[in-house]
C-alpha cells in the first residue's frame, strides 16, 4: 500500500504533509522504521540491547558497558553501533553509585548511533534526515549546547577517538533529535526515542489528527487518521500532552522546540470549552479565572464576574505546585493510589474549575485504577464507587471529545474502563427491582455498543503495546456480550 500522504512547502512552515486522499478514523496513512533509536536524554542506565534497567554488574563482553547478557550484546541496535565505538576505543563505561539516578554517560549514545547510521545509509540521511530542523542558531545561545559540548561532543571527539565527526554535525544530530525525536515504549517499559523523518514532517496542532502506535520490539511506527481528514487536509501531530492547559503546553514547545504554538485551540480563553486551565474564583461564588490573552506568559488573568485578578506567573505556580503533588503519587498503584490521588483531587476542588488540566489527568489515573486496584476491583466495587467511576469515565472524555478526538489511545481505553461499571450497575438496579426488563435490556446495550467503540478504536494499537493487548481483550469481551446478549438478560 502507498502511503496516503503527500509532502509540500512554504515559506511560513517549511515542510508539511497533507493526505492524498480523502481519510476515514483508523485509515492506515504510513508506516515507517526508525533512523536510529536509543535511550533519552538524562536516562538513567538502561541495557543497550533491551533499554531493561541495569544494575551495571553485567557488562558487554566486547565493549564493556550494560547490557542484561549475551542475547542483548548481540542485538544489531549494540553491536553494530556503539559497541564497536567503545571496544576499538577502550573506552568502558564507569561504574556509578546510583543505577536508577540519571547518567551521563548514556547521553552520547543515540547522538552516536545517528552519526554511525549516518554513514551506514547516506542516502536515507540525505533523503529524510539532512532537511531536519536542528535550530543550532538559537541553540548556541542555551545551555544545552554547552551541555552537549561537554557530554557528547568532547567525549565523543576526545576518549572515543571520532574525530572524523565535525563538531557542528554532532551539535546538528543532537538538535535533530531533541527537535523531531518521538518517544516509545520499550518491552521493558522504559521511554526511549526514535526518529522517524516521515512523522517529524508533520506539523504540530494542539488537537492533532493523526494517530500514532510504536512496536515495542522492532520500534517501527504505524500512523493513521484518527477523525475524518479532507483529500488535501493538512495532517498533524501533537508534539506535547494534549491534556496539558496552554500555558504549559506553550511553555514546553518553546523551550524544547523553539516555536510558539498558534493553534485554534491555543488562542481561546476556554481551550475550546474545555477549561482545561481555568481556575475557580475564590473572591465570587460564580466566576471563573481566565487568561486575558492566552498567547502572552505574562499576561493578566481576570475573573470573569468580579474584580479579581492575579497574572500568568502567579498561575504558574500553582500549576506546578498541584504538578508536584501529582507527580509524587505516580508510582502508587494500589489502594494507597487511589486513596492519594482523591486526597489530592479533593484538594483543589476549590481551586480549579472540573474539567480543569490537572482535575483531568487526576481522572485518568483514577478511571483505570478504580476496578484494578487491589480491594477495588470491578466485582468488589459497591455500586457508589461504581457510580464514581462512570462519573469519572464520562466526565474525562468529554475533555477528551475536543482535545483528543476520534481514534485515540486514551479514549479507546477510558472508553473499555466505562462498559463494565455500566454492566454491573444495571445488573444490580434490575436484581433490587430499580428498573424494569426494557430498562435493563436498553442500558446493557449502551454498555455493549460503548465496548465495541473501544475494540474499534484499540484495534489499531499494535498487538504486543499494553493497549494493543487490552484492545484483544476487549474484543474477546465484546463478542461475548454479543454471543450471550439475551441469556445475560434472561438470567439476571
Known amino acids: 500500500m502507498s502511503d496516503l500522504f503527500t509532502i509540500k512547502r512554504n515559506e511560513k512552515v517549511g515542510r508539511f504533509a497533507v493526505a492524498s486522499r480523502a481519510l476515514k478514523p483508523g485509515d492506515l496513512i504510513f508506516t515507517e522504521t526508525p533512523f536510529a533509536y536509543g535511550p533519552k536524554s538524562d536516562s538513567p542506565p538502561l541495557c543497550l540491547g533491551c533499554f531493561a534497567p541495569v544494575d551495571c554488574t553485567v557488562l558487554c563482553s566486547h565493549c564493556s558497558w550494560p547490557v542484561c547478557g549475551p542475547e542483548c550484546e548481540a542485538k544489531p541496535s549494540h553491536r553494530d553501533f556503539e559497541c564497536g565505538v567503545f571496544a576499538s576505543a577502550g573506552v568502558k563505561f564507569q561504574a556509578v553509585e546510583d543505577p536508577t539516578n540519571v547518567c551521563l554517560q548514556y547521553e552520547c549514545i543515540t547522538p552516536l548511533r545517528v552519526l554511525l547510521m549516518k554513514e551506514k545509509d547516506p542516502k536515507r540521511w540525505q533523503e529524510e534526515i539532512e532537511a531536519m530542523e536542528s535550530h543550532n542558531d538559537v541553540r548556541k545561545t542555551k545551555p544545552i549546547w554547552e551541555f552537549n559540548q561537554v557530554n557528547i561532543v568532547d567525549y565523543l571527539k576526545g576518549p572515543c577517538k571520532l574525530d572524523r565527526f565535525a563538531d557542528e554535525l554532532i551539535h546538528t544530530v543532537c538538535g535533530i533529535l531533541e527537535i523531531n525525536a518521538f518517544e516509545a515504549r520499550a518491552s521493558s517499559g522504559y521511554l526511549i526515542r526514535c526518529l522517524f523523518p516521515k512523522l517529524a514532517i508533520l506539523s504540530h496542532n494542539c488537537v492533532s489528527n493523526v494517530h500514532h502506535s510504536v512496536d515495542c520490539d522492532t520500534f517501527q511506527v504505524s500512523v493513521s487518521a484518527s ?266
Not at 283 to 311: A, Q, R, Y
Not at 350 to 363: C, D, E, G, Q, W
Not at 448 to 474: D, F, R, T
Open 227 to 492: 477523525v475524518e481528514v479532507p483529500e488535501s487536509g493538512e495532517l498533524f501531530s501533537s508534539y506535547t500532552y494534549s491534556l496539558w492547559p496552554t500555558l504549559v503546553r506553550r511553555e514546553f514547545l518553546k523551550e524544547s522546540k523553539y516555536f510558539e504554538c498558534m493553534c485554534d485551540r491555543c488562542k481561546d480563553k476556554t481551550e475550546l470549552g474545555t477549561h482545561l486551565g481555568t481556575l475557580k474564583c475564590n473572591k465570587c461564588d460564580n466566576g471563573v479565572i481566565l487568561s486575558t490573552d492566552p498567547l502572552s506568559f505574562t499576561c493578566e488573568w481576570k475573573c470573569t464576574h468580579c474584580e479579581f485578578k492575579t497574572s500568568a506567573i502567579a498561575v504558574r505556580k500553582v500549576y506546578e505546585a498541584v504538578q508536584t503533588e501529582i507527580d509524587a503519587v505516580e508510582m502508587l498503584s494500589g489502594p494507597e493510589g487511589i486513596e492519594q490521588r482523591e486526597a489530592i483531587f479533593r484538594k483543589y476542588r476549590s481551586v480549579f474549575h472540573p474539567k480543569n488540566a490537572y482535575m483531568t489527568i487526576l481522572r485518568t489515573s483514577l478511571s483505570q485504577l478504580y476496578g484494578r486496584a487491589e480491594g477495588y476491583t470491578v466485582e468488589d466495587l459497591p455500586d457508589l464507587l461504581l457510580e464514581r467511576k462512570v462519573e469519572l469515565c464520562n466526565q474525562l472524555l468529554e475533555v477528551l471529545d475536543v482535545v483528543e478526538p476520534g481514534h485515540s489511545r486514551i479514549r479507546g481505553v477510558t472508553l473499555y474502563e466505562l462498559h463494565a461499571p455500566l454492566l454491573i450497575l444495571a445488573r444490580n438496579q434490575y436484581t433490587s427491582g430499580m428498573i424494569d426488563k426494557e430498562q435493563f435490556r436498553k442500558k446493557m446495550e449502551e454498555a455493549v455498543e460503548i465496548l465495541g467503540k473501544a475494540v474499534e478504536i484499540l484495534k489499531i494499537e499494535v498487538p504486543n503495546s499494553n493497549e494493543g493487548q487490552l484492545g484483544l481483550v476487549a474484543q474477546q469481551a465484546y463478542e461475548g456480550l454479543k454471543q450471550n446478549f439475551e441469556l445475560l438478560i434472561e438470567t439476571a
